[in-house]
């Protein structure tokens, strides 16, 4: 059985659409959730799935205890979904190549801290880009700046609104993380 561990920090729409996307698989299984707002969206929404959630803060991320925490799930894969932390560098040596991320935006263009969500998608439209889309790329030490693993695009037209190409995003995100995932998974 392949597991993977979820890193969330929001609603968790990415999170539900994995587990959903596992839930009939035999071979891979969501294990648990973790998030560091104890009011994010994704707890409620990963616990009606039997998934665990748990809770944590920026200073246990950054703790011993939390790669113990990780090492004793021992997963083939750690998602990070609308995760907004920046990963421990303690994780990602444990786990070189195991660690991936989504970025709702054509890396390297709009990555790096404070570039998630909303703030994307209106300097995409304040800068008139042509086209956006998503990346998933392995985590490394810096934000946004692991290897690309896939990349797809879409035509960003004159009239979209930040919220339309937000909108565009979220079709690619659910349509592409769960088969990258599991592409990740087989090989």
Do not use: C, W
């Not at 729409?13 to 969501?30: G, K, L, T």
């Not at 409620?44 to 665990?52: F, L, P, S």
């Not at 190409?165 to 995100?173: G, Q, R, S, T, W």
């Amino acid at each position: 059985m392949k597991k993977i561990v979820i890193f969330a920090s929001g609603s968790g729409s990415n999170a539900e659409n994995i587990i959903n996307y596992f839930d009939s698989n035999e071979n891979v299984e969501v294990v648990r959730v973790l998030t560091n707002n104890a009011n994010a969206g994704v707890i409620d929404r990963v616990r009606k799935y039997g998934v665990a959630a748990d809770v944590f803060s920026k200073t246990e991320l950054f703790e011993s205890n939390f790669l113990q925490l990780i090492n004793s799930i021992k997963p083939d894969l750690i998602v990070l979904a609308g995760f907004l932390l920046k990963f421990p560098q303690t994780i990602i040596a444990d786990y070189p190549n195991k660690v991936i991320n989504i970025h709702p935006a054509l890396l390297p263009k709009y990555g790096g801290k404070g570039m998630y969500g909303m703030h994307v998608h209106r300097a995409v439209v304040a800068n008139q880009e042509k086209e956006s889309g998503i990346t998933i790329h392995y985590v490394n030490e810096n934000y946004d700046e692991g290897a690309i693993i896939f990349q797809k695009n879409f035509e960003v037209i004159t009239t979209d609104t930040a919220e339309d190409v937000a909108a565009k995003i979220h079709e690619l995100e659910f349509r592409h993380f769960p088969e990258v995932i599991a592409q990740l998974l087989e090989s």
